[in-house]
């Protein structure tokens, strides 16, 4: 893989399941991840997340735009979801998408060029009104670190993302730091290695 991963993810104060979902699906020539906040909590958040984390499963070599369109067909008459997407790709390229409030930044290494990106999403909901998608292509460097986070988490984790620290470990800090508590959360956070990795 292109990339190395962590995780991390809690239910609601007083649930035992989390309607939010990360995904993570190898491809030949690249890696698509996904970070899917089913509306809500609870058991019908999950069936939201669970079926369009299935819609990705399916076939995710398909283009960003494609995965996100399968989705909203899927999740029709379910309560829907919020999802952010991205691909990276051998050829040192992400392209990433989202709708709703899935927030994604990328940070670059400290000695790649370029400088910090977010992902500004579109408003809507999967599996019920889903707006024009516009996917962005940005070139990544070895180190390069992608973070996904559910609205459970509060802005501001962006500081956390440090070079130093593996991607789970920071995982686990931006779940234990900037968790709201106040409604299901979830990160991924992925580590570019280079093409020849």
């Known amino acids: 893989m292109i990339v190395t991963c962590g995780s991390a993810s809690a239910p609601i104060a007083g649930q035992s399941i989390n309607g939010d979902r990360v995904v993570i699906a190898e491809l030949d020539d690249g890696v698509v991840l996904a970070v899917i906040d089913g509306l809500g909590h609870g058991s019908d958040a999950d069936e939201a997340a669970r079926a369009a984390a299935n819609a990705i499963q399916e076939d995710p070599s398909a283009p960003v735009e494609q995965l ?27 392209t990433w998408v989202g709708v709703g409030n899935v927030e994604a930044v990328l940070v670059r290494a400290p000695e790649a060029p370029g400088c910090d990106e977010a992902l500004a999403t579109r408003g809507g909901i999967i599996g019920y009104r889903l707006p024009r998608l516009v996917s962005h292509t940005l070139v990544v460097a070895r180190g390069d670190t992608l973070a996904l986070a559910s ?30 508590g106040h409604d299901d959360a979830c990160v991924l956070v992925a580590r570019y290695l280079g093409a020849a990795a």
């Open 151 to 180: 609205d459970g988490i509060r802005h501001g984790f962006r500081i956390a993302l440090t070079a130093t620290a593996e991607p789970q470990e920071l995982a686990d800090r931006i779940l234990s730091g900037w968790s709201t």
């Open 68 to 94: 996100v369109e399968r989705c909203h067909a899927r999740l029709r008459g379910t309560r829907g979801c919020v999802m952010t997407l991205a691909r990276f790709a051998a050829t040192d390229q992400m």
